[in-house]
């Protein structure tokens, strides 16, 4: 059973750099692509990254996407860190059965 | 730019069916491109998802909930709907329908509607 796992939350101050992993629970993280979304209180999640290291449209360059395939993990990184960055954050990818998310990582930036 | 806006009760009894529908403004579910799809998240919790549809009807539904999830399509409203069997206090959740870019490529999520908070409670 495909899963992906997230730490529960991190921290850090503003301007500078957060790294939010997404470990896959068995084969290659690298097989199937990984997504991430944001997800402030009281609203739907946007995406923020697709394709593992692709942003949408009007997402700023602050916000990156990696696999590292010896940790079968994927992960985002933040760097120059504003307030309103705080949020929750989660991974996604897919099997041959269905879509998939982790567990999500709640960001503060304090 | 495509928009979705799901409707429908906020209150379902336990043991009756859930029904909740998706209205998408913006651009046609007819045009073939994408699946259409229905996410859940319990309170305080991660996302689940549920299944989608594509223009033509046909699904494909998560395993661990496909024996009682239903989901439909209305092209000629823009729509597509959810409906899930004999529901207990542990489908409480606020419920979402995005757009499935799994259709052409990959499979993500872009955009999502605003989302709806369904309780189960007698």
């Known amino acids: 059973n495909f899963m992906l796992t997230q730490p529960h939350s991190v921290s850090e101050s503003p301007g500078k750099t957060v790294t939010i992993s997404c470990t896959g629970s068995?084969?290659?993280?690298?097989?199937?692509?990984v997504q991430w979304y944001q997800q402030r209180p009281g609203s739907a999640p946007t995406p923020v990254i697709y394709?593992?290291?692709?942003?949408p449209s009007g997402v700023p360059d602050r916000f990156s996407g990696s696999i590292d395939s010896s940790s079968n993990s994927a992960s985002l990184t933040i760097s120059g860190l504003r307030t309103e960055d705080e949020a929750d954050y989660y991974c996604?990818?897919?099997?041959?059965?269905?879509?998939?998310f982790g567990g999500g990582t709640k960001l503060t930036v304090l | 730019q495509v928009q979705l806006q799901e409707s429908g009760p906020g209150l379902v009894k336990p043991s009756q069916t859930l029904s909740l529908t998706c209205t998408v403004s913006?651009?046609?579910?007819?045009?073939?491109?994408?699946?259409w799809s229905w996410i859940r998240q319990h309170p305080g919790k991660g996302l689940e998802w549920i299944g989608y549809?594509?223009?033509?009807?046909?699904?494909y539904y998560n395993p661990s909930l496909k024996s009682r999830v239903s989901i439909s399509v209305d092209t000629s409203k823009n729509q597509f709907s959810l409906q899930l069997s004999y529901v207990t206090a542990a489908d409480t959740a606020v419920y979402y329908c995005?757009?499935?870019?799994?259709?052409?490529?990959?499979?993500?999520?872009?955009?999502w509607g605003q989302g709806t908070l369904v309780t189960v409670s007698s």
């Open positions: 995005a757009r499935d870019l799994g259709a052409t490529g990959v499979p993500w999520f872009d955009p």
């Open positions: 913006g651009g046609s579910i007819s045009s073939g491109d994408y699946y």
């Open positions: 549809i594509d223009y033509s009807g046909s699904t």
């Open positions: 068995s084969g290659s993280i690298a097989s199937y692509y």
């Open positions: 394709e593992d290291n692709q942003r």
């Open positions: 996604q990818s897919y099997d041959s059965t269905k879509r998939v």
